[in-house]
């Protein structure tokens, strides 16, 4: 395995570790630095399905917490479905998919106001050669954050 080396402001730091001085007081600012940068998530449903099983509970855990020394600017959640059924079946599916997410983000703790919660029912669930994407099963996260002032 080989380390990174980094030259920060006069000082050497292979991997984090502190050679010379200064980097650790790095490390943090570039740790600070990032924070807050967007974080997108996608949680995938069984087919027919709206149900938050453990694992998209605990990412939606993960996102909300990547969140709690930022400022939430916006939370956008996207439902979407395949194409197996009823285009208005689909759109239906997707409303309480996005729904669902929607409801344990604001449970996890994010901002209500901050939602744009969206669904797109089956659209765009078929390639242009006629193949139902299963994976469109999902809902799309995408959190904006700014640094606190």
Same mark, same amino acid.
């Given at each position: 395995?080989?380390?990174?080396?980094?030259?920060?402001?006069?000082?050497?730091?292979?991997?984090?570790?502190?050679?010379?001085?200064?980097?650790?007081?790095?490390?943090?600012?570039?740790?600070?630095?990032?924070?807050?940068?967007?974080?997108?998530?996608?949680?995938?449903?069984?087919?027919?399905?709206?149900?938050?099983?453990?694992?998209?509970?605990?990412?939606?855990?993960?996102?909300?917490?990547? /969140? /709690?020394?930022?400022?939430?600017?916006?939370v956008e959640v996207?439902?979407?479905?395949?194409? /197996?059924?009823?285009?208005?079946?689909?759109?239906?599916?997707?409303?309480?998919?996005?729904?669902?997410?929607?409801?344990?983000?604001?449970?996890?703790?994010?901002?209500?106001?901050?939602?744009?919660?969206?669904?797109?029912?089956?659209?765009?669930?078929?390639?242009?050669?006629?193949?139902?994407?299963?994976?469109?099963?999902?809902?799309?996260?995408?959190?904006?954050?700014?640094n606190p002032?």
């Amino acid at each position: 395995m080989r380390a990174k080396t980094y030259a920060v402001a006069g000082a050497l730091c292979v991997t984090g570790v502190l050679l010379l001085g200064g980097c650790q007081s790095w490390r943090q600012g570039l740790a600070l630095d990032n924070r807050c940068e967007p974080v997108t998530a996608e949680i995938y449903f069984e087919p027919d399905s709206a149900e938050l099983g453990p694992e998209a509970r605990g990412l939606i855990a993960e996102t909300a917490r990547r /969140s /709690s020394e930022c400022v939430v600017e916006a939370v956008e959640v996207l439902g979407l479905a395949d194409a /197996s059924g009823a285009a208005d079946a689909n759109l239906v599916l997707s409303q309480a998919r996005a729904a669902a997410v929607a409801e344990a983000l604001t449970a996890a703790g994010l901002p209500e106001a901050a939602f744009d919660t969206r669904a797109a029912g089956q659209a765009g669930a078929v390639t242009t050669d006629g193949v139902n994407r299963p994976m469109r099963r999902r809902v799309e996260i995408v959190l904006r954050m700014a640094n606190p002032s």
